[in-house]
């Protein structure tokens, strides 16, 4: 193994890989010499980005190794039984330890203002983004390496450390999974569980709207909304560096220091 392509050789296992930021991971992690296996709730979206990752596979390697299966998180009493098949797939049943695992599954974010909430509401936001990702983490031990080189990869949002106005259902979202991450790293450990906290980022939940993509945009120091080829280099990062665990690090554009500034206009 190459002294700093820590990858080259490794299992990763993406969860939301056939789009957005979850692809852009698998790619990312194919380029780097490692065996790819990707999920999504979609058969369809599953198969169209095995073909592109296969296409990508044949510039940069002689060999595909990239491979998928669909795994259904949207129902709660069929989460853990759906994760225990796609792992028991990727692992050849438990054979074959995964290397990485990494969480960018999400269906779209409710924009629920606080004052319309219900109970059924606030907990459909959590069904695959929070209960998906700790059924999964309660499955990994039988399926992952016991090493620290061994890493789970939680996603989140910057809106954890800079909430906006009528946004607080999804603040929740995004800040339960920086705590649920320091939390499994210990419970987990070795294994390193850290969490991405994700600006915007052109992706299919975001939209293509010019005039929204340039308001997301003017809120961060580099005026650019993220592109998911450079929020996947943190994701990378995160599985390399075999030193870090219970962190956060943030992809945002300066985000969180952009609302420092408007701030202090006003003082």
Same mark, same amino acid.
């Given at each position: 193994m190459s002294k700093y392509n820590k990858l080259e050789g490794t299992r990763v296992l993406v969860l939301g890989g056939s789009s957005g930021i979850g692809y852009a991971v698998a790619e990312a992690a194919l380029e780097s010499g490692a065996t790819v296996y990707i999920s999504s709730s979609s058969p369809a979206k599953v198969d169209a980005a095995l073909a592109q990752l296969h296409a990508h596979a044949g510039v940069v390697r002689r060999e595909p190794l990239a491979y998928g299966r669909a795994c259904d998180l949207g129902d709660p009493a069929a989460t853990e039984r759906n994760l225990t098949a796609l792992l028991d797939w990727a692992t050849d049943d438990g054979t074959k330890p995964l290397n990485h695992v990494v969480f960018t599954a999400g269906d779209a974010l409710p924009q629920t203002p606080l004052s319309a909430a219900t109970a *059924? /509401?606030?907990?459909? /936001?959590f069904h695959v983004r929070v209960i998906g990702a700790l059924l999964l983490a309660k499955l990994l031990p039988r399926y992952t390496a016991r090493s620290n080189k061994t890493s789970y990869t939680l996603t989140g949002g910057s809106l954890a450390a800079r909430p906006a106005p009528g946004m607080a259902l999804v603040t929740g979202l995004a800040a339960a999974m920086e705590g649920y991450a320091r939390g499994l790293a210990v419970d987990l450990a070795p294994m390193r569980v850290n969490v991405v906290q994700a600006g915007a980022v052109r992706t299919g939940l975001l939209g293509d *709207?010019? *005039?929204m993509l340039a308001l997301f945009a003017k809120d961060t120091i580099t005026g650019t909304v993220g592109r998911p080829e450079e929020i996947a280099e943190a994701y990378l990062y995160l599985m390399k560096d075999s030193f870090i665990t219970a962190a956060v690090i943030e992809s945002s554009g300066g985000r969180n220091v952009?609302?420092?500034?408007?701030?202090?206009?006003?003082?």
């Open positions: *059924d /509401g606030i907990l459909a /936001g *709207d010019p *005039d952009a609302a420092r500034q408007e701030v202090s206009e006003f003082n």
